[in-house]
């Protein structure tokens, strides 16, 4: 009866000076008996998380704001291909299926399939050395009016980028 005593005492020794946590086996069905809801939120840190076990990481909609992007960090790559083109016309002289400026009309029409009614045009000529005052107009499925101050001249090219925000 005493030699068990003893055993039971010199057990309880080893267990408290730190056979348990030696212990593979004990560590492990220590592990496996806690769960969410006993672990304080907001107290597991990146060390607790062995590498790479964190497979997914959804944000929530409209969580990521302009103030969290770093910046420089968006490119081309990025974004989605409709949403941005960018382009140059010359005078095609191609009767109203391209870029045809005539030199007589204050308002030309830009003809381009990716153009909507949602589009958002910006236009920059170019010809020799003159300045117009020009306005895009009426964004359609295919097309968008340019209208000048004044008559735009046959033989004017143009940049433009579409910018597709719906």
């Known amino acids: 009866m005493r030699q068990s005593f003893l055993i039971g005492i010199i057990a309880l020794a080893a267990f408290a000076?730190?056979?348990?946590?030696?212990?593979?086996?004990?560590?492990?069905?220590?592990?496996?008996?806690?769960?969410?809801?006993?672990?304080?939120?907001?107290?597991?840190?990146?060390e607790d998380i062995r590498n790479g076990q964190v497979k997914t990481a959804d944000l929530s909609g409209n969580s990521v704001t302009s103030g969290k992007i770093k910046d420089g960090e968006i490119k081309g790559a990025d974004i989605n291909q409709s949403f941005i083109a960018v382009e140059h016309k010359d005078d095609c002289n191609c009767g109203g299926t391209g870029w045809d400026p005539d030199g007589t009309r204050t308002t030309e029409i830009i003809y381009d399939s990716r153009i909507t009614p949602n589009s958002v045009v910006v236009v920059t000529g170019i010809f020799a050395a003159t300045n117009y005052t020009c306005l895009i107009?009426?964004?359609?499925?295919?097309?968008?009016?340019?209208?000048c101050a004044a008559p735009v001249p046959d033989g004017f090219e143009i940049n433009?980028?579409?910018?597709?925000?719906?």
């Open 17 to 46: 000076t730190g056979a348990f946590a030696a212990s593979p086996e004990l560590r492990a069905y220590a592990a496996a008996t806690i769960t969410s809801a006993e672990i304080v939120n907001e107290t597991i840190r990146s």
């Open 160 to 166: 433009y980028a579409i910018f597709n925000t719906g």
């Open 137 to 147: 107009e009426d964004p359609e499925d295919g097309s968008v009016k340019f209208a």
